[in-house]
């Protein structure tokens, strides 16, 4: 049985935080939420093409997910040059959502059976709304507790993660995953 493993790209693929930070000589914030101060670099980033072509990356994949789906402003073409530079297989197939903006419904259209995304909030979401996620270690979540977490983007390690927890859960309880 072939998987639709989708991934998040910044956090998960392209270490985006790091980038953040050395482009306005900062450390990385505790919280991306709604400061002012957030929003005006974010505006400044939308016109930043070698900002987000030159992200570092964080996680390869050893398997060619069938998409990434990412919360950005800014144009496709960029993301997927920034993914073909780093070499991750399945580049071409990039979705985006304004940044804010729900994942869910996009990723039910895209008939996903795993997503990787690093942000608790789209985690959370996800597995309360019947879309399987697996959360992405990183700083940022570190205080969530839950065996829904993932270290490396191994497929082994992904397929192994997901059949342990697909046993304990019996599948969806009411559409939802049990987090």
Known sequence: MSFN???DIDDVVLQW???YAERFNTKIPKSFRSSNLIKRRLEILT?????????KPKHIPNFTPKAFVSARGIPKAWTVESLSKNN???RSNVYQVNWG????????SLNVDI???DKPETFYECNKNGVF???MDAEHNKKIKTKYRIFDLNIENIMQKY??????TKRKTNNKWQV
């Not at 903006?101 to 039910?108: I, V």
């Not at 059949?163 to 304990?168: A, F, G, K, V």
């Open 5 to 7: 493993i989708i991934l």
């Open 17 to 19: 935080q790091e980038a």
């Open 47 to 55: 016109k930043e093409k070698d900002f987000w072509i030159n992200i």
């Open 88 to 90: 991750n297989p399945g």
């Open 101 to 108: 903006k729900s994942k869910l419904e996009l990723l039910k």
């Open 115 to 117: 997503f990787i995304d």
């Open 133 to 135: 996620c697996l959360l």
């Open 163 to 168: 059949e342990s927890l697909y046993d304990q």
